[in-house]
């Protein structure tokens, strides 16, 4: 059994054709996310500041749906607790409701430097 290495989505900012109409006079209204791709690299998402996550959700045991997203954080100074992680916005979020594709995503989620998290 041969296992498919996912290293890449569609992008949820331009629905993956790469282009946002109502950017057309930006950079011809390539979109400024996966650069006019279509398609988003995680690892080109990884960074000092910046972690993708997958979140699949379940119900009843089952495969409900799933999150694919580009979280920020940054590290905050407190004086009673030192240094915390703090999350900020989301650069980038897709709903993932083929349970496949979330499969497929889980499975090199360590190679890809995805963090992974499941809950019902």
């Known amino acids: 059994m041969t296992t498919t290495f996912i290293s890449s989505c569609t992008c949820p900012n331009c629905d993956g054709t790469g282009k946002l109409p109502h950017y057309s006079h930006i950079a011809n209204g390539d979109c400024f996310a996966c650069g006019g791709t279509g398609t988003l690299t995680f690892k080109d998402f990884i960074g000092s500041n ?12 089952k495969f409900w749906y799933a999150t694919l997203r580009c979280r920020t954080w940054k590290n905050q100074t407190s004086p009673s607790h030192g240094s915390i992680k703090q999350w900020g916005c989301d650069l980038w ?3 993932i409701n083929d349970a496949n594709e979330a499969r497929a995503i889980w499975r090199t989620a360590k190679q890809n ?4 998290s499941c809950g019902e």
């Open 93 to 95: 979020c897709r709903e």
């Open 50 to 61: 910046r972690d993708v996550a997958l979140d699949v959700m379940l119900r009843n045991g």
């Open 113 to 116: 430097g995805i963090l992974t």
